[in-house]
């Protein structure tokens, strides 16, 4: 659901306040219709929207992007490298999804699980 270049992204995603929202697009399903969703962005919100209840958005991180080395592989090894950029993209993709107002936290971090989110309407609306 690739729609524009990385550049309209940056523009569409720079207004994340909801004054900008609201000045630029006349309500949130039509700013969730415009926007632009990477292929990780878009998969784990599909992957949070299936879920029948509230789910940490990093349960699914080594489903999306399994280790492909072995566990005694050097720290630098290229591949190791490689998929830990993949999970911390990930957690970058959460954060916006959340700041782009398609996930809501449910139930907030603890100390002992992380935030629990679910897609929102706007979410949906993105996903269709």
Same mark, same amino acid.
Do not use: C
């Given at each position: 659901?690739? $729609?524009?270049?990385?550049?309209?992204?940056? $523009?569409?995603?720079?207004?994340?306040?909801?004054?900008?929202?609201?000045?630029?697009?006349?309500?949130?399903?039509?700013?969730?219709?415009?926007?632009?969703?990477?292929?990780?962005?878009?998969?784990?919100?599909?992957?949070?929207?299936?879920?029948?209840?509230?789910?940490?958005?990093?349960?699914?991180?080594?489903?999306?992007?399994?280790?492909?080395?072995?566990?005694?592989?050097?720290?630098?090894?290229?591949?190791?490298?490689?998929?830990?950029?993949?999970?911390?993209?990930?957690?970058?993709?959460?954060?916006?999804?959340?700041?782009?107002?398609?996930?809501?936290? $449910?139930?907030?971090?603890?100390?002992?699980?992380?935030?629990? $989110?679910?897609?929102?309407?706007?979410?949906?609306?993105?996903?269709?």
């Amino acid at each position: 659901m690739m $729609v524009g270049t990385s550049d309209t992204r940056l $523009v569409l995603l720079r207004g994340n306040s909801a004054s900008a929202k609201s000045s630029i697009l006349p309500s949130p399903a039509l700013y969730a219709a415009v926007m632009t969703l990477n292929a990780d962005e878009y998969e784990l919100l599909r992957l949070i929207a299936q879920s029948p209840e509230p789910v940490a958005a990093s349960d699914f991180f080594h489903t999306m992007h399994p280790a492909n080395f072995e566990r005694s592989a050097a720290e630098e090894d290229p591949r190791r490298v490689a998929w830990q950029e993949k999970q911390f993209g990930l957690y970058k993709a959460t954060i916006d999804l959340h700041d782009d107002g398609l996930i809501r936290i $449910v139930h907030p971090a603890n100390g002992e699980r992380p935030d629990l $989110v679910e897609a929102t309407d706007e979410g949906r609306t993105a996903l269709a």
